[in-house]
């Protein structure tokens, strides 16, 4: 018959008191007689004697020991209970339970544990359990060791970054618990028990908690979110989020406000589901009380060491203004997007990659995702596609690349189509490269540049994508560049130069001009004959570099200049292919009966030859100006000052023109201030010929008189990041402030007067811009303006931001926009406005900063780029 030693950790003295011994034994011996007895009446063991004369013994009662220890430990025989008092402790397989009181009721099966309690009966210390090396605190609890589930109340579950605490719990097995009225939080302070209140936390009247192998998961009814111990409106009809450290399905909270043209709005509510190692899908949703809406598809996957991507999408309608009123509008609109990029080490021969950003062309107009207004993306005048794969060769000096590519113009309507371009490029070899040594003078020296390159091109609508019409316009051309190069030094100092560049193509369709007079227009008419070009231009140059340096007497403030002087002078020649003799270009009378001239690649995909002879005479002159002085603040005592890093001015004479063979003169400034940190940009176009404006024409005339030098254009361009560290050094808080602590669980050092003393940092990035062109007006046309983008952080957990930008010329503000955030330790909130302009939009959002959290409350993009992806 079996039996079952139960070994009281009180009872010291058995092995030296018979008389206890022989107690134990007559007891145990009672307790499986009546413990068979149940059994059999209960027919849970069937103990009787079969044909095959075999005997089936009565169950043990216990799979494994219990063991117990306690300061006080006593037995109740009679009723068949155990009672600990003070660092109770009992171990039953893998449970072990840690409490100040445990009692164990043997006839049931279950055990009781409560925690400390002061004298009003308030519990100051939880019991502990302890199963699969994770910790349960409980006020008290009932633990059923033979079923293994158990009710505990004011239960406190911990997983790695998140915290359940719950008014009643049920385990109804190892992997399945049921909570009432749960508090739910993530905020570290709270986990690690420095606080006793969550700076946040989700309320839910009912919480399933699921534990899985790999990771574990919360499923609640209807959960509010509070904040400080204060409701928000944040409330859901259910939720389900992760309760581990990996990847979890969740829904993703929205960010709400209100845009003036669209009304009050939920932005990027949504649900998170990954999809094995490799994939992950989100779906999101905008949607606005004026009848707006917006579907966000989105899917991210990633093959570590091989490839990552993501597809997206934007499919939604834009209403404003009210039905049946004039001020009415639904446009519908779209955005197709798609992020490929190759590991370099995944194929170092063989690259593919993808930037695909489809948009209809009145998507950034009258989008309602308000992440496009913040990051400025509604500014966007184009939007560029690209696609395309490269191949390399270990034993070719040969690099072939495919591509398609679509660059949408939003203000035209059109867009430029490449389907396919491919490009063969040869690397640079030298023509007659010595076998051994060093190459020496001109001939050894030459270098020559090639490749092929052949196109399909169009420009068509939106409404003719992949039409018969859109392949009716499509152009087909190939290009062929062949560049050939040499240098040599003459006299140690001067560097002597020598180029040549030949075009070669060919096309399937030429132009043809007509003046219409009917339409008083001229009609473009395009051909299709396959026809080409060949056109060559040569170059010689000669420069050197000169250096003049002023130094100035001992202990003066500046102790040098050096002036470092770059000319350049060349001739460069090419034909007249405007010539007849080439059959590259024709003639139509206009209106009046003038000749003009015109090329038939004139706007096609392989460019057009240029007309008229060129003999010019070039040259070049660049600056560079330094300035030493002396400085405290250098170890070396001297400090060095860039008056101009670059100055250079570029101008020519062209001896083959008939008429203005002087070029137009070139001036190019680039200069820093201040350490570098104001940099200042220029550029300067000087017409040597006087410029008269036709007012009967309303046209600008250039005449033949030299001499008369008039500005065409200049732009001025002037960058300044401001900062504290400008003006001073950064104070270090540690030296200067001995005192230390904590306000609402926050750090800062304390003067003497216990005033609370931390750094604020702040940043101004000035970006100003002056701009004039003469262009064929009377007076020109200018553009002025200045940008400011800034934050300052206000404390250490308080951050304003944002960007403005005004016009001196209209004198009105252009976009503008102010962010607050405020770090609340757990979590972040969120603040932008738009408060003027054409969308005038405020968002407000509150995000989860746990890591178990960020993918179900969207306040990270924990994409499979972040440095903590599992894969």
Excluded: C
């Amino acid at each position: 018959m079996a039996s079952e030693i139960i070994k009281f950790s009180s009872i010291k003295s058995a092995s030296k008191n018979i008389l206890h011994i022989l107690i134990i034994l007559i007891f145990n011996s009672f307790l499986a007689k009546l413990s068979a007895q149940n059994s059999s009446e209960n027919k849970i063991v069937n103990d009787t004697v079969r044909k095959t004369d075999t005997i089936k013994l009565p169950a043990e009662q216990l799979a494994d020991i219990v063991r117990t220890k306690a300061d006080s430990e006593r037995n109740d025989f009679q009723h068949k209970m155990t009672y600990l008092n003070k660092q109770a402790q009992v171990k039953y397989q893998d449970m072990q339970i840690d409490a100040d009181y445990i009692r164990i009721d043997w006839k049931k099966n279950e055990i009781y544990a409560r925690g400390e309690i002061d004298s009003t009966g308030k519990v100051i210390a939880p019991a502990i359990a302890t199963q699969g090396g994770k910790q349960y605190e409980y006020n008290d609890f009932v633990y059923n060791y033979k079923t293994r589930q158990a009710i505990a109340y004011n239960a406190r579950t911990e997983e790695n970054e998140g915290v359940i605490v719950a008014q009643k719990t049920k385990k109804y097995n190892d992997s399945v618990f049921f909570m009432r009225r749960g508090l739910f939080t993530t905020d570290e302070y709270f986990l690690q028990k420095k606080d006793t209140l969550a700076d946040y936390h989700l309320l839910a009247s009912h919480i399933k908690l699921v534990k899985g192998k790999e990771k574990s998961s919360i499923v609640t009814g209807p959960v509010q979110m509070y904040i400080e111990q204060v409701p928000t409106p944040l409330i859901m009809p259910f939720a389900i989020l992760p309760f581990s450290d990996k990847r979890s399905a969740g829904i993703l909270i929205p960010s709400f406000g209100e845009r003036q043209d669209v009304g009050f709005f939920l932005n990027s509510l949504g649900y998170y589901q990954p999809i094995g190692e490799h994939f992950d899908v989100k779906l999101l949703i905008d949607f606005y009380t004026k009848g707006s809406w917006n579907l966000r598809p989105e899917t991210n996957y990633i093959k570590r060491y091989r490839y990552t991507g993501n597809f997206s999408a934007d499919i939604g309608s834009t209403v404003r203004g009210i039905k049946g009123l004039d001020d009415y509008s639904k446009i519908n609109t779209y955005r197709i997007a798609w992020r490929h990029s190759q590991d370099s080490k995944a194929n170092p021969l063989l690259n593919f990659s993808a930037s695909v950003d489809l948009v209809s062309s009145k998507f950034y107009n009258n989008t309602i995702n308000n992440n496009y207004i913040f990051n400025q993306n509604v500014l966007n005048t184009q939007q560029n596609s690209t696609i395309s794969i490269t191949k390399r060769f270990l034993n070719l000096p040969v690099t072939l690349t495919g591509t398609t590519s679509y660059s949408q113009n939003f203000s035209t309507g059109l867009g430029d189509l490449r389907l396919p371009q491919l490009n063969v490029a040869v690397n640079q070899f030298y023509l007659f490269k010595p076998k051994t040594g060093v190459r020496e003078g001109l001939l050894e020296n030459i270098t020559v540049n090639t490749g092929l390159n052949f196109t399909n091109f169009v420009n068509t609508g939106e409404g003719e994508m992949f039409t018969s019409a859109m392949w009716e316009k499509m152009q087909t051309g190939l290009r062929n560049n062949i560049g050939l190069g040499t240098n040599t030094t003459i006299a140690k100092y001067f560097t002597f130069s020598l180029g040549a560049n030949i075009d070669n193509a060919l096309t399937t369709k030429t132009l043809n001009k007509q003046y219409n007079p009917v339409t008083n227009m001229v009609d473009n008419e395009l051909e299709k004959r396959i026809s080409g070009y060949s056109m060559f231009s040569t170059t010689a140059s000669l420069q050197t570099t000169l250096y003049g340096t002023k130094i100035f007497k001992a202990g003066s403030a500046i102790q040098g200049i050096r002036h470092m002087l770059m000319p350049s002078i060349g001739f460069s020649y090419r034909p007249d292919f405007g010539n007849p003799d080439f059959g590259y270009f024709r003639n139509y009378y206009d209106a009046s009966g003038t000749l003009i001239p015109y090329s038939i690649f004139e706007g096609g995909i392989i460019g057009s030859p240029t007309s008229g002879m060129e003999g010019s005479l070039n040259f070049s002159i660049g600056n560079n100006i330094e300035m030493k002085v002396r400085s405290k603040k250098d170890s070396t005592g001297v400090k060095k000052i860039k008056i101009f890093e670059a100055l250079n001015i570029t101008g020519g004479y062209n001896f083959a023109a008939k008429d203005h063979p002087w070029s137009t003169f070139s001036v190019n400034g680039q200069s820093s201030l201040f350490e570098g940190k104001l940099s200042l940009n220029s550029s300067l176009l000087i017409d040597p010929y006087e410029n008269i404006f036709l007012e009967e024409e309303n046209r600008m005339f250039r005449t033949e008189n030299f001499g008369k030098f008039n500005i065409q254009s200049f732009n001025l361009q002037l960058s300044y990041p401001l900062s504290e560290e400008l003006f001073g050094e950064k104070e270090e808080l540690a030296e200067k402030y001995k005192m230390k602590g904590e306000i609402r669980n926050e750090n800062y050092f304390f003067d003497d007067d216990h005033y609370a003393r931390f750094h604020q940092p702040w940043s101004l990035n000035v970006n100003a811009n002056y701009g004039y062109t003469r262009g064929g007006s009377m007076f020109g046309r200018s553009v002025a303006s200045v940008g400011l983008d800034g934050s300052i952080q206000l404390t250490p957990y308080w951050n304003i931001n944002g960007s403005t930008h005004y016009d001196f010329i209209t004198k009105d503000l252009a976009y503008t926009r102010l962010g607050f955030s405020r770090d609340q330790r757990s979590f972040t909130i969120n603040f932008n406005w738009v408060p003027f302009g054409q969308y005038k939009v405020y968002d407000f959002f509150i995000g989860i900063k746990a890591n178990i959290l960020s993918d179900a409350l969207k306040y990270k993009d924990r994409s499979f780029t972040q440095p903590n992806a599992p894969f």
